[in-house]
């Protein structure tokens, strides 16, 4: 049976909500990685200037490869360092039920099994996979224990399991395993040396290719056909991505709700590009709050 602590966690995740969790590195701000609405929640309250792809959080490596293809790379990894502080990227499957958002529409997803007890209690109980990042405000340092979250945070999440102070402290090593030779994203709880005696060569990301500093991604998505942004009105051939009580081919947001844009705004673009279009227009966004990140991305997209 589930303890109560365990049963109402799982019925926030059901219901689309936030729950902080204690992993092995740092405190996780944890929702349903399938649900679009959820997972732009964490954004609101991160409150991120930019969608920076989020880590997806699993209990078996069986779960976890039905969201992504398995290499024998990652293989090895997995069965060496898991459960614990590290995570792989690794190609995202076709039929991986994923929200875009988490992967910021990207083709890859970073997964991990965390080491604490309570997490890989609340993944079992929940039985589908967590999206986490680290539980603090954009821009500040990581919480290692429930009162750093509780500090910054407790008005904006519903519930904070504390599992007292996180053995490692460091957010994990990242790995990607879809480049020629893995290559290591962020430094963390698993070292160069552990990494290099088990799979030989192994890379740092060069500033050009991936991650400057933890959070600065450097891909992202975009789509096949031009963008056009701050479009009042398409032209011929063109879809129409709009926002807020207007005629269009996609809404993201019929109320003009951002939380919602948010949601959406991944899931939409790859919708919209089709070859039967020339190009998406996309109506102006309001620069403020989960705005300013959803600005960033189509700019991005725009630009490529
Ligand atoms: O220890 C940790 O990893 C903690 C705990 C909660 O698990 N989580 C964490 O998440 O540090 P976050 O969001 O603060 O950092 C995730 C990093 C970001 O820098 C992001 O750019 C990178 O992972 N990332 C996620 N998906 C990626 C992908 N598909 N390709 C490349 N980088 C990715
Ligand atoms: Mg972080």
């Not at 698993?190 to 933890?214: C, D, F, H, R």
């Amino acid at each position: 049976m589930k303890d109560a602590l365990t049963q109402q966690a799982c019925n926030l995740w059901r219901n689309g909500d936030v729950v902080a969790i204690p992993t092995e590195t740092v405190y996780g701000l944890a929702a349903d990685a399938e649900q679009d609405s959820a997972v732009a929640k964490i954004f609101s309250i991160k409150g991120r200037p930019q969608f920076n792809p989020l880590i997806v959080h699993g209990y078996s490596f069986e779960q976890l490869s039905s969201y992504i293809e398995v290499s024998p790379p990652f293989e090895k990894l997995a069965n060496t360092f898991w459960p614990g502080p590290l995570t792989i990227v690794a190609h995202r499957r076709k039929d991986a039920k994923l929200s875009y958002l988490v992967t910021a529409g990207l083709d890859t997803v970073a997964v991990r099994i965390p080491a604490h007890p309570i997490a890989l209690a609340l993944l079992k109980a929940y039985d589908k996979p967590l999206a986490a990042p680290s539980a603090n405000k954009s821009n500040t340092i990581s919480p290692t224990s429930a009162t750093d979250v509780i500090t910054t945070l407790k008005d904006q999440i519903p519930l904070i399991i504390d599992g007292g102070l996180t053995t490692i402290g460091i957010e994990s090593t990242i790995i990607d395993v879809t480049t020629q030779t893995p290559t290591i994203l962020r430094p963390g709880g698993i070292t160069y040396e552990n990494l290099t005696n088990l799979l030989g060569v192994v890379k740092y990301t060069s500033s050009e290719e991936g991650i400057k500093a933890p959070g600065m991604l450097k891909r992202h998505y975009a789509p096949s056909i031009p963008m056009r942004l701050n479009a009042t009105a398409k032209n011929e051939r063109e879809a129409f991505l709009g926002f807020g009580d207007m005629s269009c081919d996609k809404n993201l947001s019929h109320r003009g709700c951002l939380q919602e844009a948010a949601a959406n705004l991944f899931r939409m673009m790859r919708e919209l590009d089709d070859i039967s279009f020339q190009a998406i227009a996309v109506a102006p966004i309001p620069n403020r709050g989960l705005g300013v990140a959803i600005n960033d991305r189509l700019k991005r997209a725009a630009a490529s």
